[in-house]
């Protein structure tokens, strides 16, 4: 049995990893430690809560003595750090707790994970430490790291620590970057559950800028059965890049949004641009290709699909969480 400490499993990538990873391995036991912020949502577990291999604990990776105690109590031997804040235009207005759970919260980890002399930590982290590219070129595990957003620059910290316990003191660390993920379970704030929500409450959908900034997409279960590649057979100290070569213009995927939902493209609202916002992410993902083994499974069209029906037919997870904080944040962020 594998005891596997799983940070941030409450929230969309963490609980899809959990939920899909239960189905398939029963030699994995999960903890899986949240903090339960406004991401973090214990109706994305339900169908892993009554699993006898895993068990929820809630409380803050920045809590030493709380990480500590569970190495220790669950004799835990692997890692796997999705906690995170995650979205870059909440990081532009405020980026504190950013730093704090990011960057402090992962230093934590790794010291634990360090002392307990664990087998594999895997920090899991985004193709936006690379920062932005012009019109030509994909990122690659070679480029240097350029992050232009408080949340990016966070993200960029949190994985040189990692990969410097790795050089320091032979920490056996691998580093994921992945590109933007869509799939059930993902908090309204991020573009396409936002763009979807909106459309089916007929409310406007608010675009920043042009509308022409590119981003490279991929469905959440392809990126998690790349982290497991990578926590199985990724070479410690290594960096591996995922993405699934699907690049789209920001309005290209609202507009297909509309479309299959059938709704006005009037509903498009051009707003005021993202402050720094970066014009273009592209994923060179041949190494863990070449390397591991790992390819994409979802085609796009197949996935993002599945994801607007899986929303559709949600409404009960998405209507409560559109409500309270939520809507403070909106109008804070879109000043409606
Ligand atoms: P999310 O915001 O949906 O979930 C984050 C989870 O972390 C939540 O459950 C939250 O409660 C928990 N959390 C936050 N602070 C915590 C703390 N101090 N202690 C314990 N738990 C805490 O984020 P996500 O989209 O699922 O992203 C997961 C990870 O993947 C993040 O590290 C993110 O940087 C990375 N990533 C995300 C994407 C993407 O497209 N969403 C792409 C590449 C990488
Ligand atoms: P987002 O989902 O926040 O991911 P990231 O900024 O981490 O890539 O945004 C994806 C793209 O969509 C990004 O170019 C910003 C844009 N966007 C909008 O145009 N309007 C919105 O309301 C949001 C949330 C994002």
Not at 87 to 95: A, E, Q
Not at 196 to 213: E, F, T
Not at 265 to 293: C, M, N, T, W
Request: negative net charge.
């Amino acid at each position: 049995m594998k005891n596997i400490l799983v940070t941030g499993g409450a929230g969309f990538i963490g609980s899809n990893f959990i939920n899909h990873i239960l189905e398939e391995r029963d030699d994995y036991f999960i903890i899986n430690l949240d903090k339960l912020t406004y991401a973090g949502n214990l109706e994305n577990l339900k169908p892993s809560e009554k699993n006898k291999n895993y068990t929820f604990v809630n409380g803050d990776i920045c809590n030493s003595e709380l990480v500590n105690y569970l190495f220790e109590k669950h004799k835990i031997k692997y890692v796997i750090n999705f906690a995170a804040e995650s979205h870059v235009d909440r990081s532009i207005l405020g980026s504190e707790i950013f730093y704090r759970t990011n960057v402090v919260g992962t230093s934590v980890l790794l010291d634990t994970a360090r002392k307990f002399e664990v087998e594999k930590f895997l920090q899991v982290s985004t193709d936006e430490v690379y920062g932005s590219l012009g019109k030509e070129g994909l990122f690659t595990e070679n480029n240097s790291l350029s992050p232009n957003s408080p949340y990016s620059s966070s993200k960029a910290a949190a994985d040189l620590a990692a990969l410097s316990f790795h050089h320091t003191y032979g920490l056996p660390v691998v580093v994921t970057r992945c590109s933007n993920n869509y799939g059930p379970f993902q908090f309204p704030e991020k573009l396409i559950p936002l763009m979807i929500i909106n459309s089916l409450n007929d409310k406007k959908l608010p675009v920043y800028g042009d509308g022409m900034n590119v981003r490279d997409w991929i469905y959440v279960i392809d990126h998690n059965i790349a982290i497991n590649t990578v926590f199985e057979k990724g070479r410690v100290g290594e960096v591996y890049n995922i993405g699934a070569s699907n690049e789209m213009p920001n309005i290209e995927i609202i507009k297909l949004v509309l479309k299959h939902l059938e709704k006005p493209e009037d509903l498009i609202q051009f707003v005021k641009d993202r402050p720094g916002h970066d014009r273009r992410y592209a994923i060179d993902s041949s190494k863990i290709q070449s390397e591991l083994g790992w390819k994409p499974e979802f085609s796009f069209e197949e996935a993002i699909n599945k994801t607007i029906d899986w929303y559709v037919r949600n409404k009960d997870w998405w209507s409560k969480i559109i409500s309270g904080e939520y809507l403070k944040y909106y109008e804070k962020q879109y000043k409606m």
